[in-house]
């Protein structure tokens, strides 16, 4: 079993920066892949950023790149989310999900664990 949690989130003027963090407790070897995803209120969850664990490939969406910066850190099993310039229509909760097997998909339904969530507030 694989436990997510994620930390970081808050409220932030636009223009700003926040760090998220996804600790990855229990079977780490089980997770080949790390994204994530975030939903604002009445939308569906999308796809953020993504990151192999093992190699360190990296994929982004078209309105998260060049903002935001997807990361690992093997020694502490934890992924980063580096997000900059951020902007209103980033408000929403962004969820960090691993997947074992396959590389990084923008379908949530190809993930196996979750964590919570951790809600991001961008003011105007």
């Known amino acids: 079993q694989v436990q997510l949690i994620e930390s970081g989130g808050g409220l932030v003027q636009a223009g700003g920066s926040l760090r998220l963090s996804c600790a990855v407790s229990?079977?780490?070897?089980?997770?080949?892949?790390m994204t994530w995803f975030r939903q604002a209120p009445g939308k569906e969850r999308l796809f953020v950023a993504g990151?192999?664990?093992?190699?360190?490939?990296?994929t982004y969406a078209d309105s998260v790149k060049g903002r935001f910066t997807i990361s690992r850190d093997n020694a502490k099993n934890t992924v980063y989310l580096q997000m900059t310039n951020l902007e209103p229509e980033d408000t929403a909760i962004y969820y960090c999900?691993?997947?074992?097997?396959?590389?990084?998909?923008?379908?949530?339904?190809?993930?196996?664990?979750w964590g919570q969530g951790t809600q991001v507030n961008v003011s105007s």
């Open positions: 999900a691993a997947r074992y097997l396959g590389g990084v998909s923008r379908q949530p339904r190809d993930y196996d664990y």
């Open positions: 229990g079977r780490t070897f089980s997770s080949n892949t």
């Open positions: 990151i192999i664990w093992w190699g360190g490939t990296t």
